[in-house]
């Protein structure tokens, strides 16, 4: 089992479509868990990060974090053709030594 | 947010040679900088903690001795990928958390495209 799970897509929404990105991770002791988006050929930039069970939200990005199920998501609402990247999901892991670990990434492409 | 630069941005040298890529914190002081590889459509591959004062952490493939890691600052560093191959081509990001402690965001370099004819 991959230490961090997505389904890689693509995902096609309409233009101001809610776009739903999923992840899993393995390590039942992790905490923090990030969301990046990378444009084609470009480094990741943080969305959002989340700590705590349930949801966060900032602007048209919702986080929700269930660590019982090992799940974190973003949802994406009016979603906008700019929207359109490969997410990354991010989980900060103790196992091994403090490290970050991300999944394959979700490519998203929304259509006007 | 914080910055993190890296340099150069791309290089093409030629195989068997040895190329540098610096990486640094602009406005913070980073004890702790990671290391990445991205193949073409692939994830970010974690290669390797580099850390500050001490020995960089390699993970499980990751030869040491090819992907030589210097650490030489709170502000700096380095990847030295050595007698480069073309299957070492790929698109290298170094990050570092700004902060300590386990919950803390990495901020990315702009990533450094190594081509290898």
Redesign the interface.
Known sequence: QKEVEQNSGPLSVPEGAIASLNCTYSDRGS??F?W?RQYS??????IM?I?SNGDKEDGRFTAQLNKASQYVSLLIRDSQPSDSATY?C?V?M?SG?????????TRLFVKA | GAVVSQHPSWVICKSGTSVKIECRSLDFQATTMFWYRQFPKQSLMLMATSNEGSKATYEQGVEKDKFLINHASLTLSTLTVTSAHPEDSSFYICSAPRTSGFNNEQFFGPGTRLTVL
């Open positions: 905490q923090s990030f990046y050929g470009k480094s990741p930039e943080l990060f700590y990354l991010a900060n103790l030594g403090f490290k970050t670990i991300f999944g394959a990434g």
